[in-house]
């Protein structure tokens, strides 16, 4: 019994002293390899088939999350395009026909109201301005009193001039005398020859004397002339650029005042080079193309007038020529230098098929409208389009008189939608863009009315009237 319990003391001691010798010096394998391992890798170690089932499951939740994500923007992208409105709902939309009838080919430039003369009024003597005759901005006329130079200095000198001429009058009239004596002794041969022709060499040089006191007196009276300052032309006068009292001379840069000729008055405008063709056709066979002058703004129509010439070269640093119209401005309605939109008629095309200037679309399939079919639905229609006058555009191709075609809310529609004609078109309520090819929904603040004649009135609405025989189109 003592013995068993001496062996397993030493048993234990050993047991001791070997986990002692382990913690102090590590095997060689321990040193490399380290002491422990994660979770995971050990469960790898222990389980390979766990880390292709994790990967699996990592996918297929990325995959679940991309359809979820997918699935929401769908929603929300619908929602907040119409969340309203089925494919197959009905529109209101404007319409307007299409006719036939004439349309006018105008060319349109940018031009300035220029007098056909303008002159400003300088002294043409030296001297002090006494008097003004005129005010400013008033119309005066040819001949009238415009300015007073003091005349004493010219008079004085008209003065001296005739009486050096009668001074001179009377030299030569001596001479004459004593030459009709001189040659009657001559012939006698009571004289020499000489002295007669002397005397009639003196008789020479004292005409030219008398003729140069003549002239004298006419520069005299000329300065007095231009002492009186009349209106060359009718015009009107602008502001006073000189006062009484001051002295005026010749050289004076800024002259006495301004007069521009009113009426009849001109307008230069522009065109490209490429216009020119027509209108030059058009000028050499005779005929008088009309001109009509709009504000800046191109809305209100000032003047009517003529294209009076063009000019003989186009101008190559902006391609483009100038022509001038003239226009009687009776009324005064142009004022000089004033900006104005010129449009030149170059022809009327008579028989042409028309549409609204709205109802022209440009995208994908090129130039196109909206068809009104009879079922009420619209389809995508090309279009070759000619001329275009204000809100009116000619159809070359692809359109007939009596088709209807959407003027408003085109910006809604695509090929096949279902539309219904507004019920207010018959109280002139449809509206477009009168500028050609604008994409849809980018058409605000630049309406104009649908002429009534080709408005598409709703069934059991009246039909709308602009005066006496006034009628819907076909």
Same mark, same amino acid.
């Given at each position: 019994m003592a013995e068993r319990e001496v062996k397993d003391r030493s048993d234990f001691r050993d047991d001791k002293d070997s986990r002692a010798n382990t913690l102090l010096a590590p095997s060689e394998p321990q040193v490399e390899s380290p002491k422990t391992l994660p979770d995971d890798e050990e469960d790898v170690r222990e389980h390979p088939g766990a880390s292709k089932r994790g990967r699996w499951r990592w996918l297929i939740y990325l995959i679940l999350l991309a359809l979820v994500g997918i699935g929401v923007w769908r929603f929300t992208a619908h929602q907040g395009s119409n969340p309203t409105r089925a494919p197959s709902e009905t529109q209101t939309v404007g319409a307007a026909k299409v006719v036939v009838g004439d349309i006018d080919d105008t060319l349109s430039g940018l031009g300035t109201v220029t007098p056909l003369a303008t002159i400003t009024v300088q002294t043409q003597i030296s001297g002090q301005l006494t008097e003004v005759g005129f005010k400013e901005g008033q119309i005066v006329h040819k001949g009238d009193f415009l300015a007073q130079i003091d005349p004493?200095?010219?008079q004085a000198a008209l003065d001296l001039a005739e009486g050096t001429l009668i001074h001179d009058q009377g030299l030569l009239d001596q001479a004459q005398s004593d030459l009709a004596r001189y040659e009657k002794l001559g012939k006698q041969d009571s004289i020499a020859q000489q002295q007669v022709a002397d005397q009639e060499f003196l008789v020479q040089q004292d005409k030219g004397t008398v003729k140069e006191d003549q002239a004298n007196i006419e520069t005299a009276k000329l300065n007095l002339v231009y002492c009186h300052i009349v209106a060359p032309i009718t015009g009107r006068v602008g502001l006073r650029l000189v006062d009484p009292g001051n002295y005026v001379q010749t050289s004076s840069p800024t002259g006495?005042?301004?007069?521009?000729?009113?009426?009849?008055?001109?307008?230069?405008f522009v065109l490209p080079e490429d216009a020119i063709q027509h209108v030059w056709r058009e000028v050499r066979s005779g005929k008088t193309l009309t001109v009509t002058a709009y504000n800046r703004t191109d809305a209100t129509l000032i003047a009517t007038g003529a294209l009076e010439s063009v000019d003989n070269l186009i101008d190559t640093t902006t391609g483009t020529i100038k022509l001038r119209a003239n226009f009687p401005n009776t009324d005064e309605a142009l004022f000089p230098n004033q900006f104005v939109n010129a449009r030149l008629l170059v022809r009327t095309i008579a028989g042409a098929t028309i549409a609204p200037v709205a109802a022209i679309q440009h995208g994908a399939p090129g130039t196109f409208v909206f068809l009104v079919k009879p079922d009420g639905t619209v389809a995508v229609q090309k279009?070759?389009? %000619?001329?275009?006058? &204000? #809100?009116?555009?000619?159809?070359?191709? %692809?359109?007939?008189? &009596? #088709?209807?075609?959407v003027v408003d809310g085109a910006d809604r529609l695509r090929d096949g939608s279902k539309v219904r004609i507004s019920a207010d078109q018959g109280n002139g309520a449809a509206n477009f863009n009168n500028g050609p090819g604008?994409?849809?929904?980018?058409?605000?603040?630049n309406t104009t009315s649908v002429p009534p004649a080709t408005r598409v009135t709703p069934k059991g609405q009246p039909t709308p009237q602009t005066g006496a025989g006034s009628s819907n189109a076909p």
């Open positions: 004493r200095p010219y006495l005042v301004v007069l521009t000729q009113t009426e009849p008055i001109s307008v230069i279009v070759a389009t %000619g001329v275009t006058n &204000g #809100d009116r555009i000619q159809i070359v191709s %692809g359109l007939k008189a &009596g #088709d209807t075609v604008t994409p849809p929904g980018q058409q605000p603040g």
